[in-house]
Nanobody
């Protein structure tokens, strides 16, 4: 059974940094586009970042460009999200997702597997 397990969330002050990680199991990791999404209280879940199967291509939501970096290690079956210059509006539950396919996607309904999420809280 495919599992995606996020870690690294927590409480940080505005301007601080966090690094989220997602460990995948029971899938051929290098066959999957990986993405990060987030859901703030009272809001819809939204796209944050995605990375191609090889790691050579990435995509970011405009709200996080220049502050967040997605990366992956296919040897370790992990994908990470380095988050810098965090702001209170980044507070959300962050989800890792896996998409079977060739192309990056910002659409959550195109992702096949999801983690349980990790809470990120940024205080002002």
């Amino acid at each position: 059974q495919v599992q995606l397990v996020e870690s690294g969330g927590g409480l940080v002050h505005s301007g601080g940094s966090l690094r989220l990680s997602c460990a995948a199991s029971d899938l051929i990791f290098s066959n999957y586009v990986m993405g990060w999404f987030r859901q703030a209280p009272g809001k819809e879940r939204e796209f944050v970042a995605a990375i191609s199967r090889s790691g050579g291509s990435t995509d970011y939501a405009d709200s996080v460009k220049g502050r967040f970096t997605i990366s992956r290690d296919n040897a370790k079956n992990t994908v990470s999200l380095q988050m810098n210059s965090l702001q209170p509006e980044d507070t959300a539950v962050y989800y890792c997702a896996a998409r079977r396919g060739l192309f990056l996607s910002t659409q959550q309904n195109e992702y096949n597997y999801w983690g349980q999420g990790t809470q990120v809280t940024v205080s002002s």
